[in-house]
């Protein structure tokens, strides 16, 4: 096997195919990633969500003024102290209806002292209200749909989060299944080497002999030493080749690039898949999430377009009010006359506002219709690659039994050559470079052997990786 291979390592650690898999998909860089952007896209939507949350506000204050005078009796300086109190609460609604609800109690005791007439006195005084207000727009503002695009418009980004995440951890679990494998055939490459190596250097001993004995011209010698160079040199290519592909499956599992990997499953007999393009193709297209991705975008896009059309509309809102005061030297007397309803106050009223130019309304139509399109663009070319994808993986594997049975059978026919060739040399019937190139033909079999499995397991994992189901 590859036993050299594992000296340069000071561990080894046994991954299984299910291990390496579930590994990619936790620990992958892409994937932490896409799942902090779920993460961020949570907190937007929770953002998005208190613009319609009722808010109460509470304030107090202690106060005190001295003034000064003149009146008909002469000068008189005055003092004033007191307390003011508010509460409010405001409820903002996705209808475009605002209401608000506060009370107020402000308590003001004012002494006046005449100077002249040697005289003090005061009024003191209790002003309590309780006020009700309503706001509703009439045009641009009404729909539910344009006051709530900033809740939607999150909605959507946390779908399109997850969806990409989704498809990151479907790109980091095939980057891996590919490493997988990949790094099994390369594997499979440097025992093929090392077969191919043991087999020349016997051949370079028979011929060696024969050469001594007069049965082979001397320049047949060195015709095998230059192949066995040649099987040398291929063995360092494949050892190195074997390292890279150990190190790429180790840097997308996280694990050490110092730890030898031993691969703990075999290469599987893939399942049949459908022959029928069309259908595999269309369940890729429905399922994938990238697809899925893009489809979130657009309809964000589309939503964005009409919020922005609703925009174009001038602002028109209608308001009204009620308010019951109570005025009182007590505050239970004012509150007393606030619940009489002695005093009422009330108001409607209206406001409008039109932009002569509206530029940036028609601005902003502009960019979002823009916007659209790109995103209808970007999910067509997306489609077509996907469904190219899928439909060149369907071909794949609806050839690729048919590819292993033909290496098998170059195989088989290559290591009869090969026996052949022996026997012939054996004989003095057949040259030296016949036999070196039947042990090249059978080391090239061996690796299109190995190749054709490999590669039939690669298609339907791509096909089951653009499906979503990895």
């Given amino acids: 096997m590859i036993l050299g291979l594992a000296l340069a390592h000071a561990t080894e650690t046994s991954l299984s195919f299910d291990e390496a898999l579930t590994r990619a998909g936790a620990e992958a860089p892409s994937v932490l990633s896409a799942r902090a952007d779920v993460q961020g ?3 937007s939507l929770l953002a998005a969500r208190a613009s319609f949350e009722p808010s109460l506000s509470l304030t107090g204050s202690y106060f005190s003024s001295a003034g000064e005078g003149q009146f008909q009796f002469g000068e008189y300086t005055s003092e004033t102290t007191g307390i003011s109190t508010d509460a409010a609460l405001s409820v ?3 209808t475009g209806t605002a209401l608000g609800l506060g009370f107020t109690a402000n308590q003001s005791d004012t002494q006046f002292k005449i100077s002249e007439l040697d005289q003090e006195f005061g009024d003191p005084a209790w002003d309590s209200k309780l006020a009700f207000t309503l706001s509703q727009a009439l045009l641009q503002g009404h729909r539910l749909a344009y006051n709530l695009q900033g809740v939607r418009s999150a909605g959507a980004a946390l779908a399109g989060a997850e969806w990409t995440a989704v498809a990151a951890r479907q790109r980091a679990v095939g980057d891996a299944a590919t490493a997988y494998w990949t790094l099994h055939y390369q594997r499979a490459l440097v025992d093929i080497a090392e077969q ?5 250097a016997e051949q370079a001993r ?3 002999a024969l050469v001594e004995a007069g049965k082979l011209a001397p320049v047949e010698r060195t015709r095998t030493e230059a192949a066995l160079a040649q099987v040398e040199r291929a063995k360092i290519d494949a050892e190195a080749a074997a390292m890279a592909a150990e190190d790429s499956l180790a840097a997308l599992v996280g694990l050490p690039l110092s730890e030898h990997i031993v691969l703990a499953t075999a290469p599987p007999v893939p399942p049949n898949i459908p022959a029928d393009e069309d259908a595999v193709a269309a369940a890729v297209l429905d399922t994938n999430p990238e697809i899925r991705a893009a489809k979130v975008a657009l309809d964000t896009r589309e939503l964005a377009v009409r919020n922005a059309r609703h ?3 001038p602002e028109l809102s209608a308001t009204a009010g009620l308010a019951l005061r109570g005025y009182e030297e007590s505050f239970s007397a004012s ?5 009489a ?3 009422p106050e009330w108001s409607l009223g209206g406001s409008l506002s039109l932009p002569l130019l509206n530029r940036a309304d028609r601005g902003a139509l502009g960019q979002a219709e823009g916007s659209l399109a790109r995103a209808e663009a970007d999910l067509a070319a997306l489609r077509s690659a996907t469904e190219q994808a899928a439909r060149a993986a369907v071909r794949t594997v609806r050839s690729a039994r048919r590819n292993v049975e033909l290496a098998d059978l170059n195989l088989r026919l290559a290591e009869e050559t090969l026996a052949a060739e022996r026997a012939r040399l054996a004989e003095g019937r057949s040259l030296n470079k016949d036999l070196i190139t039947a042990q090249k033909d059978l080391d090239q079999a061996r690796a299109d052997a190995e190749k054709a499995r490999i590669d039939w397991v690669l298609a339907v994992i791509e096909i ?3 499906k979503g189901a990895l």
Wanted: glycine share 8%; aromatic share 0%; charged share 30%.
């Fill in 41 to 43: 896209a949570e907190g």
């Fill in 92 to 94: 903002p609604m996705a």
């Fill in 196 to 200: 191919s190596r043991e087999a020349t």
């Fill in 206 to 208: 028979v011929v060696t």
């Fill in 311 to 313: 925009a174009l509309l």
């Fill in 335 to 339: 509150v007393d006359e606030l619940a």
């Fill in 341 to 343: 309803g002695d005093l």
């Fill in 464 to 466: 089951e990786r653009l």
